[in-house]
């Protein structure tokens, strides 16, 4: 079983940067499709980034050429920068991988 713990949430203000990370542990022999998913308040769970276990890579519309996904295998973490943040970028933020989510982390977005 994959555990999976995100860092790096915390409040910004619009138009600053954040970096998340998402640190795997337990079975992570095997190189996966991980991704970031957020969910802000009364809205369901969105795929924000995600990046397949062969390179590719895909983004929501709502964050291209804003948001970077990478990760550094060696290292098992998958990353999230973030730039050009928006108020409604505001929402609470998982990894995931396969049917693991982690416990997300808060990120807030002042206008």
């Known amino acids: 079983q994959v555990q999976l713990v995100e860092s790096g949430g915390g409040l910004v203000q619009a138009g600053g940067s954040l970096r998340l990370s998402c640190a795997a542990s337990?079975?992570?022999?095997?190189?996966?499709?991980m991704g970031w998913y957020r969910q802000a308040p009364e809205k369901e769970r969105e795929l924000v980034a995600i990046?397949?276990?062969?390179?590719?890579?895909d983004y929501a519309d709502s964050v291209k050429g804003r948001f970077t996904i990478s990760r550094d295998n060696a290292k098992k973490t998958l990353y999230l920068q973030m730039s050009s943040l928006k108020p409604e970028d505001t929402a609470v933020y998982y990894c995931?991988?396969?049917?693991?989510y982690g416990q997300g982390t808060q990120v807030t977005v002042s206008s």
């Open positions: 995931n991988r396969g049917p693991v």
């Open positions: 990046q397949a276990n062969d390179g590719n890579i």
């Open positions: 337990g079975d992570t022999t095997c190189i996966s499709t």
